[in-house]
């Protein structure tokens, strides 16, 4: 029997640590994004390296929370840390975790996404952290957002039933700088390891699915813009998805194809919905979310994650590439 990540008992809750001392590896994300939600859920002991400083100090937004952080000389000042949070590529992240020793045992860990390069390594990446920590999370956003918990309440894919999820925006990249490793499928990046993800995530947490067909295509520079797939979750809802990174037209779909619409959800992105004070980004407070449930049962979750690296090697093992105009 497949365990729900999602109606834990509240016996599963564990006492909060907040005098935990955190880490951040890298920069970007785990600025703007995780040292406000780890503040914001009183883990107010931040270690970050000293050469992201001007950067926060730059941002309005993020000067309020530089009282919580040590700037550290070293970059391996911040393993001292009781927990971890990775903000870096995949291929780095791949190699902190294989060569962490087994000595230091870590409370907490929160891994990036993709977890790796390739499916090929991420269950060695899971598992390597899950040894490392008495807790790992995996910062999969949509799980946890609006729309996904709406859909979620609903029962709506775990019942027969046809359902697309058109999910179109202009990635950065594409916008201001195309040399960005975000572009590369083969750094982990693409609209297939680095945003399709997302999207695996989400049918993997509703329960075990199969893959019906995927298609990939590539722009006249070789640059993997848009994902076609369909997915059968078993016992459910067939989905398929259209995913497009280079659109100029920005939207976030999820409908019945079924006759007259049983559900319809259409917003511009999928943090629509999510409150955020002004400037800040509006994933902040799904990643608290991801930083609470470190206190609950992590049995699920692991299944979760395992279900995860399944389906996108399942995935990928079916994918065409094609090259479009």
């Known amino acids: 029997m497949t365990l729900s990540i999602f109606f834990l008992q509240k016996d599963t809750v564990k006492k909060q640590e907040s005098s935990l001392l955190w880490g951040i590896l890298g920069g970007g994300f785990g600025l703007y994004g995780y040292l406000p939600a780890l503040v914001n859920t009183n883990q107010l002991r931040v270690l970050i390296h000293k050469k992201n400083q001007p950067f926060l100090e730059s941002r309005s937004d993020l000067t309020k929370y530089i009282p919580y952080v040590e700037f550290v000389g070293r970059l391996d000042d911040i393993f001292t840390a009781d927990s971890l949070v990775f903000s870096v590529l995949p291929g780095i992240q791949e190699e902190i975790v294989r060569q962490l020793g087994s000595d230091k045992k870590y409370k907490k860990i929160v891994l990036e996404k993709p977890l790796s390069l390739s499916p090929s390594s991420s269950d060695d990446v899971l598992e390597k952290a899950i040894a490392l920590a008495d807790s790992v999370r995996v910062g999969y956003s949509f799980v946890d957002s609006y729309w996904g918990n709406l859909v979620r309440e609903k029962n709506i894919l775990k019942m027969p039933g046809e359902y697309q999820i058109n999910w179109m925006f202009l990635a950065h990249h594409f916008r201001l700088n195309p040399s960005s490793w975000k572009i590369r499928h083969d750094m982990g990046g693409g609209v297939l390891r680095f945003y399709g993800i997302q999207l695996l995530a989400y049918l993997a947490s509703i329960g075990e699915a199969d893959v019906e067909y995927s298609k990939v295509f590539n722009d006249k520079n070789q640059n993997a813009t848009r994902w076609h797939a369909s997915f059968k979750i078993i016992n459910g809802a067939r989905v398929i998805v259209c995913l497009d990174t280079n659109s100029r037209v920005e939207c976030f779909d999820f409908y019945s194809l079924e006759g ?23 994933r902040i407070s799904v990643l608290e979310k991801v930083l609470e449930s470190l206190d609950l049962n992590n049995a699920p979750y692991y299944g979760f994650y395992r279900r995860v690296n399944k389906l996108w090697s399942d995935l990928e093992k079916v994918t065409v590439w094609e090259v479009c105009d």
Not at 260 to 282: G, L, Y
Request: no cysteine.
């Open 260 to 282: 007259e619409s049983k559900f319809k959800f259409n917003v511009p992105s999928p943090f629509f919905f999510e409150k955020a004070e002004e400037t800040q980004d509006k």
